[in-house]
């Protein structure tokens, strides 16, 4: 059994349980540009969700709710988010797409940024309710992109740096989005608001790039190993001194 998933996957036989991460081997899986435009996404992907759903409660008592009724409000976005979010996971799976479907999250919150311009003291206060609501009930492409870094490693080496590498921008996102919101911006926000509008479509136009990255990279692999006899093909898989990603018969996910 063993022999045979090793076969299916090599570069499963390339560490041990118990094996240790030298410096070298650290320094050589983070610089793995391969696996960059993901963790760039890890960076600005949720931060245009940030800031709305830190600041939901206080938002609801913005508009007039007392604190056992914010508490209340605050419940049904967060039930919905849950239901959204293993939807699109298992979209995702299904249709083996990555890139376009992650990016229903900021698709999804882009308009009700745009919504939320233009909210006053005069807007009716459930109509603000029901458009912070559905933002905070997005659908949360995180376990999409945490598959996506593991897929793309390649190695167990790289695997593991590239999935621990993903959530330390995921942390720093959460770091930087806790600044967006400001005091003399309350309580509406609407400079804040401006800058999670523009995250959002950089988002959109990033996951655009790194479908059509990944596809270039696949394409230029394609080219080469087709331009391999099959005897080539066959001692190159035997003889190669090639890593995870860095191997000819490596396809990287979109």
Do not use: C
């Not at 919504?115 to 905070?136: G, I, M, P």
């Not at 950089?202 to 990279?217: D, G, H, P, S, V």
Request: glycine fraction near 4%; charged fraction near 15%; hydrophobic fraction near 45%.
């Amino acid at each position: 059994m063993v022999n045979r998933i090793i076969r299916d996957d090599p570069g499963k036989g390339g560490m041990h349980n118990r094996q240790a991460l030298s410096p070298r081997m650290l320094w050589k899986s983070f610089t793995d540009w391969d696996l960059w435009p993901i963790y760039l996404i890890g960076l600005t992907n949720q931060m245009p969700i940030e800031p709305p759903q830190t600041y939901l409660t206080l938002t609801l008592r913005n508009l007039g709710f007392d604190t056992t009724e914010s508490n209340l409000l605050a419940v049904p976005p967060v039930v919905l988010g849950i239901f959204n979010l293993l939807l699109l996971t298992i979209i995702s799976e299904v249709i083996h797409n990555r890139s376009f479907v992650a990016m229903i999250q900021n698709v999804w919150a882009l308009p009700l940024l745009v919504a939320l311009l233009f909210f006053s003291k005069e807007s009716n206060q459930w109509a603000q309710y029901a458009v912070s609501a559905l933002l905070v009930a997005f659908p949360l492409a995180h376990a999409i992109h945490a598959s996506w870094a593991s897929r793309n490693a390649g190695s167990v080496r790289t695997r593991t740096v590239a999935t621990a590498g993903y959530n330390m921008m995921v942390q720093l996102s959460r770091i930087i989005s806790a600044q967006i919101y400001r005091d003399d911006d309350k309580p509406y926000y609407y400079r804040g608001n401006r800058v999670l509008i523009g995250i959002a479509v950089w988002n959109i136009a990033l996951y655009f790039f790194t479908y059509a990255y990944y596809r270039w990279r696949n394409h230029q692999r394609d080219k080469v190993w087709k331009a391999m006899t099959s005897q080539e093909q066959a001692e190159y898989l035997e003889t190669t001194t090639d890593e995870g990603s860095a191997r000819l018969d490596f396809r990287f996910a979109t």
